[in-house]
């Protein structure tokens, strides 16, 4: 929590100097007027005499210059009988005596010299005195200067009133201090953002209306639950060194912290904490601003996921293009050679057919026959992946019998599987079904089944099994053929790395079935694995829900 704060800057005078000042002068008073030959020579104002004089009164004399405050006993006629050494210089006095005898319409204006000399008569007259009264006026180099000004009447052993006692304090900088901290409460309180005032050692002293509402707590509330003292209730860890570095550099420091608010949701703040200096340049207080940039830091999380998503499409991108022109380079290199044979073989019949034999036509015609049958297989399959890719394709699930759709695929390929001595075996029994859509399910058995066959040697057994597993039903086209290594397995699905090898019969390919089988199981909601070791044969499974939905 980085809270934010109203400034409170405390005035460095206070009751207890003053009440120590009004005490030494009444006591002066008292001896000056319990002594008749000291007041005889107060009266005498003679500045020999007094300044030559031992005991008791260069003693007060010690004492009153030493307070900080303007110190000065006038007579009935408003004429100085004492001044300390702070009156004194700031009238451009070096030594006060030269003051006694002389009254405020020496050293200031006419109108604030008479101001000053009404209001001490009416209190000698017996009129309230005055207490801590504001007085504006200015020093010898012009400056102007707020003094809190007090003045008492003081009586002689008679009873009569014989004069004042004044003192006044130099509250300018209090005063600046004072209206520049009303202009910031304005701002402070007009702002949603957090606005907080500290002392030095960073103690809460005052908060504006933006830290109640999002605290949802007075400042007094909130200290007594989390801390009088900034170091205490802030969530950011470096808070400490962020104070000792404002206390030492007298700079402001800015940083931004994630907490949580009264609601506890995430929040982020940006804090400023901007140190107020005295007039010796030390740090006597410190100002604190949080910021809500919660908004912004959203949408800056939002444009950063934006962009990483952006340039996760265009990466993604990126591959699908190249591993289509790969692809498409494969598929047309393979698609060249059943048409060579085709139009090989055929341009041979046209040309010599009347001349060739029975047998080498029949020879001939099974070649076209073989490379057109290739062929086809290529541009179906090459087809059906390219729908797959455009997500033009529609998925119609229905409950197919698997035992039924595996018997047709077999009558496709027997006549392949016996010119090649491969055994097909159907394990499926009775009415066992799957929720697919049937045309996507067929190409997925039969490219298994054709995949099978090619890389199953002479003699060599394809069995299609399947048994139920939960919710989905497993289907596997197992080979008794050359298997597979397992980085070849890892390949098997992925088309920047699709390469075919030759079956045992020489017979070609691109690995594109398979492709277009993983496409289209991923469509019906199914999934694959590949069982398969080099030299034994492989197994594909297929696992597919038995119901939709």
């Not at 031992?54 to 004429?79: A, F, Q, V």
């Not at 020093?139 to 707020?146: A, L, M």
């Not at 026959?369 to 455009?390: C, G, I, K, M, V």
């Amino acid at each position: 929590m980085h809270p934010g704060f109203h400034l409170l800057i405390l005035p460095t005078n206070s009751l207890f100097p003053w009440l120590i000042a009004t005490v030494c002068i009444v006591a002066f008073v008292i001896l000056f007027f319990s002594n008749r030959r000291l007041r005889r020579q107060f009266d005498s104002c003679s500045k020999k005499n007094l300044s030559t004089e031992p005991g008791e009164t260069n003693l007060l004399h010690t004492l009153i210059d030493s307070m900080p405050d303007w110190i000065y006993i006038k007579d009935r006629e408003s004429r100085f009988i004492l001044a300390n050494k702070h009156l004194a210089q700031n009238h451009g006095i070096d030594d006060p005596t030269e003051m006694i005898g002389k009254t405020d319409f020496d050293y200031y204006s006419e109108d604030l010299a008479r101001s000053f000399y009404e209001d001490e008569q009416r209190i000698m007259k017996g009129e309230n005195p005055l207490i801590n009264q504001e007085e504006k006026l200015n020093d010898p180099s012009g400056r102007e200067v707020i003094l809190s000004t007090t003045k008492i009447p003081f009586r002689d052993k008679s009873g009569d009133v014989a004069g004042i006692v004044g003192i006044g304090r130099d509250i300018t900088s209090q005063k600046r201090d004072q209206e520049r901290m009303k202009e910031l409460s304005l701002v402070a309180s007009g702002t949603e953002n957090i606005v907080v005032i500290m002392d030095r050692e960073a103690n809460f002293k005052w908060a504006n209306k933006g830290f109640e509402t999002r605290y949802a707590s007075t400042l007094e509330e909130f200290t007594k639950e989390r801390g009088l003292n900034l170091k205490e209730s802030s969530s950011k860890g470096e808070i400490k060194e962020i104070l000792e570095e404002v206390l030492s550099s007298g700079k402001a420091y800015t940083y931004t912290s994630r907490t949580q608010d009264h609601e506890s949701r995430d929040a982020w703040y940006q804090t400023n904490i901007t140190p107020i200096l005295d007039e010796d340049g030390k740090v006597c207080s410190m100002f604190l601003i949080d910021s809500d940039i919660t908004a912004l830091k959203k949408a800056d999380l939002q444009i950063k996921q934006q962009k990483y998503e952006l340039e996760s499409q265009r990466d993604e991108l990126k591959n699908l293009n190249a591993s289509k022109d790969r692809l498409f380079s494969i598929i047309a290199h393979d698609l060249k050679n059943p048409f060579q044979s085709i139009i090989g073989f055929s341009e041979i019949l046209r040309e010599d057919f009347r001349a060739m034999k029975i047998d080498q036509v029949e020879e001939y015609l099974e070649c076209i026959h073989s490379s057109s049958t290739t062929a086809y297989d290529l541009l179906f399959n090459l087809l059906e992946w390219a729908r797959s890719q455009t997500q033009t394709i529609k998925n119609n699930p229905v409950q197919v019998v698997i035992r039924e759709l595996t018997h047709e695929i077999f009558d496709l390929y027997s006549a392949q599987a016996k010119t090649k001595q491969v055994q097909l075996k159907n394990r499926l029994e009775g009415d066992l079904h799957v929720a697919a859509d049937l045309n996507m399910l067929n190409t997925i058995i039969r490219n298994l089944v054709a995949n099978a066959l090619k890389y199953t040697a002479p003699g060599g057994t394809i069995t299609v099994s399947a048994e139920i597993n939960g919710d989905m039903v497993d289907i596997s086209v197992s080979d008794t053929g050359i298997g597979m290594e397992e980085e070849k397995v890892k390949t098997l699905f992925s088309a920047e790395k699709i390469k075919s090898t030759p079956g045992t019969s020489g017979e070609l390919g691109t690995g594109l079935g398979l492709l277009v089988s993983y496409e289209f199981l991923k469509i019906n909601k199914g999934t694959f694995r590949v069982d398969s070791k080099l030299g034994e044969g492989s197994a594909f499974t297929i696992s597919l829900p038995r119901k939709e939905g």
